[in-house]
């Protein structure tokens, strides 16, 4: 899900991002709907992608956290380069 050219480090924190909005603004959509409907389900379903949205959230920060510390155990957060081809 990383966009044309992204790898590593800056690609995954791009898409946790991504599913962090995703996820809470899915949420929203339900509570709304579970609230406005009377529905216990559709209340359920948004609290389940509200903990969802707070996962990816957590994940998100702390890929942000590493890059900025420059951790070693991930990739740096520079989008790295694609190897060259060895085929001839």
Known sequence: MTGAGQSGAAGERRTLWIVF????GLA????????TADSNALLAN????L????V???HALRA???C????KARAPCRL?????STLT
Not at 28 to 35: D, K, N, R, Y
């Open 56 to 58: 990816s959230r957590r």
């Open 80 to 84: 790295r380069q694609k190897p060259q």
């Open 28 to 35: 929203i959509a339900f509570l709304i709907a579970g609230v």
């Open 46 to 49: 948004g609290l389940d992608n």
């Open 64 to 66: 942000e956290q590493e």
């Open 21 to 24: 909005v995703l996820n809470a």
């Open 68 to 71: 900025n510390a420059g951790s």
């Open 51 to 54: 903990s969802d949205a707070a």
